[in-house]
């Protein structure tokens, strides 16, 4: 415990003053120690997501780093190869090489071509640089590895899914059920992997329903953040943008409906607000000072986005931290008290439940051809 406390801060510090829009790419290739190099990524890989791994008890904390960088590169894979089939193959591949048994075979490599900016050359880099995540890997418990590769099919399969169906559907999802079907598929997969690999004993099937339901609410996060950059390439997240998908929103039409979605999407997100704080109960999570942390951080980054989105659609944003530092500092209490995390799980609950009673469910749009 004393190692993840004195180790977790540093790390911590570091992911919040890295660049991530210009980031150090020479020096970050120039890295040859693996586990120094996944601490290094790490932030630029899972940015708010960093500081809840790293604040984690050392072991945890090295599996779960290891096992969001092997899902950043699908995302990788997803994000650069625009046709479906070639997409949906090189997922396939990626996860096949844990079924592999001894070390892992190199992945596939991405033609540099195919990067749009820096974010996406680092995380070329990574897949490139994978190796040293394989032997970092190959440290760990191999019930963890077991877990991991586990993960990774799981995901990837979601991902294959996700092609298929956007392909189908001319590029948009079509109902609520779909949504949810994606999050869990991006996000929903990693936070069992992590709730089962910090809890105590078997997780309930309850358990993992919440942690599915948690995942929308994050996973809806970055769908509010990045409509309008989805839309432009090819992809909506909701039936209402299908008229718009391959396009820009420039029109004041199509702002009108990207901000009504976009207050729809808090709707769905905020309110499964509850899942979070039954997980924190049941899990007993603020038993453990670094976990309990982790867990308010989260809690708070996700929280951070949605004032913003509200803000972004013209209503009032409820109080809270502003900015990364603010989270960070605000969380740093949690460390002492039990009771203190507990309260801040509690009043975020408030603050999403109340605020999700403020947007209403959008008119129906035409339907998705399936």
């Known amino acids: 415990m004393r190692q993840a406390l004195t180790l977790g801060p540093v790390l911590l510090m570091q992911g919040l003053s890295v660049n991530r829009r210009r980031p150090d790419l020479e020096s970050l290739a120039a890295e040859t120690r693996p586990e120094r190099f996944v601490w290094r990524i790490l932030p630029h890989a899972a940015r708010s997501f960093a500081a809840s791994i790293v604040v984690l008890p050392r072991e945890q904390a090295r599996a779960a780093a290891v096992a969001y960088l092997y899902c950043r590169m699908l995302d990788t894979y997803e994000d650069l190869y625009a046709d479906p089939a070639t997409r949906a193959a090189e997922l396939e591949r990626f996860a096949a090489r844990f079924d592999a048994a001894g070390e892992l075979p190199p992945p596939t490599p991405i033609d540099d071509r195919l990067a749009r900016d820096d974010r996406d050359r680092v995380h070329l880099l990574l897949v490139d ?157 603020g038993r453990t000072a670094t976990v309990r942390t982790a867990a308010v951080l989260m809690l708070l980054f996700t929280d951070l986005h949605y004032r913003g989105c509200a803000e972004r659609t013209g209503h009032r944003p409820w109080p809270g931290p502003g900015g990364r530092f603010a989270v960070v500092a605000g969380s740093l209490p949690a460390l002492l008290s039990p009771r203190w995390a507990s309260l801040v799980v509690n009043r975020v609950e408030r603050d999403f439940l109340r605020a999700a009673g403020g947007f209403g469910p959008i008119a129906p749009a035409a339907p998705v051809a399936a």
């Not at 032997?135 to 996700?162: C, H, K, N, Q, Y």
């Not at 298929?164 to 991006?186: H, I, K, P, S, W």
């Not at 996060?221 to 039936?239: F, K, Q, S």
């Not at 718009?244 to 905020?270: C, F, I, N, Q, W």
Request: proline residues 4%.
């Open 129 to 285: 640089r994978c190796r040293h995540v394989d032997a970092v890997f190959a440290t760990l418990d191999p019930r963890v590895r077991d877990r991991i590769g586990e993960l990774v099919r799981s995901m990837a399969a979601g991902m294959v899914w996700s092609t298929e169906t956007f392909a189908r559907q001319g590029g948009a999802l079509a109902d609520e059920e779909q949504l949810a079907r994606y999050c869990r598929n991006v996000i929903g997969y990693p936070a069992v992997f992590v709730i089962d690999l910090i809890a105590d004993g078997d997780v309930s099937a309850a358990s993992r329903a919440d942690a599915f339901e948690v995942s929308e609410m994050i996973q809806l996060a970055n769908v509010t953040r990045d409509i309008e950059a989805d839309l432009a390439r090819g992809i909506a997240y909701h039936p209402a943008l299908a008229p718009h998908v391959g396009s820009p929103p420039d029109t004041l039409e199509a702002k009108a409906v990207v901000r009504d979605v976009r207050e729809d999407y808090m709707r769905l997100a905020l309110g499964r607000a509850g899942a979070y704080r039954r997980l924190f109960e049941r899990l007993d999570l």
